[in-house]
């Protein structure tokens, strides 16, 4: 019974992981390929986030390095 | 390859039905492409170039854009002034045909002989493509 209960789990659980899975055509690749699709698409807001955040911060980090106060420069 | 090419009927960008079928005793070149496919940005002016090359020759090439929205190929299409007769720009946008000729990248190129028949098939786009399109469409030429 147990035996049963644990394969049964296992197909579920395969079945789950197959029907999350799709495989997409070339040709239905637009909207994947939208620059909003990337995670830093917009290089300007990129760079004042990190500013800000860095500056925040007060630390030097993977951003590079800056320096405390406002950052407002 | 080497089998009919499955026949077909597509609005061109001016709202013409143009059919595959009419081209029957040219050279016909395929090609399946996107606005929002970098490979085929660089492919499109090179396939102006390619229909430059045979001018008043039996070749005819048919554009197939599969841009889910018209506007998004007129608006590429703006930067091109000049665009060879022989150069049919086609609308799929409900990617019907491209389905039917399962191109497996974006962009793909078929060449048809004179009687239809897909001899070529070209998967991408790469620098190197220009010159054996040439040599392909040269050879069927003469058959």
């Known amino acids: ?73 | 390859m080497n089998q009919s090419a499955p026949p077909f009927t597509l609005m061109d960008i001016n709202g013409r039905a143009v059919s595959l079928s009419s081209f029957k005793g040219k050279v016909v070149f395929i090609d399946f492409w996107a606005s929002w496919c970098p490979p085929c940005k660089v492919e499109f002016p090179e396939l102006i170039r390619l229909m430059e090359r045979y001018n008043g020759e039996d070749v005819a090439l048919l554009a197939v854009n599969v841009d889910q929205k018209r506007s998004h190929a007129v608006d590429f299409l703006k930067k091109f002034s000049v665009i060879p007769a022989s150069f049919h720009l086609l609308l799929d946008g409900e990617s019907q045909v491209i389905k039917i000729y399962n191109a497996s990248a974006m962009p793909t190129s078929f060449i048809l002989d004179k009687n239809g028949v897909v001899r070529h098939i070209h998967f991408g786009y790469r620098e190197t493509d220009r010159k054996k399109w040439i040599e392909e469409i040269d050879t069927l030429l003469k058959q």
């Open chain 1, 1 to 73: 019974m147990k035996k049963k209960a644990v394969w049964l789990l296992a197909a579920v659980s395969l079945g789950a992981a197959l029907s999350g899975c799709a495989r997409v055509k070339p040709w239905e690749r637009e909207y994947l390929a939208d620059p909003i699709m990337q995670f830093d698409y917009n290089k300007e807001e990129k760079s004042v986030k990190e500013h800000f955040l860095g500056t925040r911060e007060g630390s030097t980090g993977s951003f590079g390095v800056s320096g405390g106060g406002c950052g407002c420069n």
